[in-house]
């Protein structure tokens, strides 16, 4: 199989599993999934970490079987990842990165931590870039500009919070 049929059937997979995920969702707004205190993930966020968690089974799968056919959801239902079906494992590590996410912004805030102008306008460079190149299968995913640059955003509080 060629490498762009390969990431077309991925990409189809992951759009197929995503709206499986979105329709098993329940709540009267879509604008966010998760609040904790006056602390909100919306539900792009979580649809990123739900895409990364796709992945990682994916990639945990293949290393036990080469062939198996990616694309095919309704054979990835039947599969089990540590003792979980597929579905409840990449809704199970989505909803771990969602609290890690909410966590970490909340230690960034309590040490009193900012992301400065010169910090800023670093991420939105490279939310625009890295938007250049991935926003169609964003979008295809639920995942508008906003929440990847919340995702970006994140990973520099991360790293500000364990640097202290």
């Known amino acids: 199989m060629s490498l762009k049929k390969y990431y077309k059937k991925l990409i189809a997979a992951v759009t197929a599993v995503t709206m499986m995920f979105a329709a098993t969702s329940c709540g009267e707004s879509t604008s966010w999934i998760v609040k904790y205190g006056d602390q909100k993930v919306n539900a792009g966020v979580y649809i990123f970490y739900q895409t990364q968690a796709y992945n990682e089974a994916i990639t945990k799968l293949t290393e036990e079987d080469e062939n198996l056919d990616v694309a095919d959801t309704k054979l990835l239902k039947t599969k089990t990842i540590e003792n979980m079906n597929f579905t409840d494992w990449v ?36 939310v625009d870039m890295m938007w250049s190149y991935y926003s169609e299968v964003y979008e295809q995913n639920g995942i508008g500009k906003e929440s990847f640059k919340e995702i970006m955003e994140f990973e520099h509080m991360q790293t500000e919070v364990f640097n202290k």
């Open 91 to 126: 809704n199970d590590q989505a909803t771990q990165n969602v609290r890690i996410h909410l966590a970490v912004e909340k230690k960034f805030k309590d040490l009193g931590l900012e992301i400065d102008e010169a910090k800023k306008k670093e991420i939105n460079d490279q």
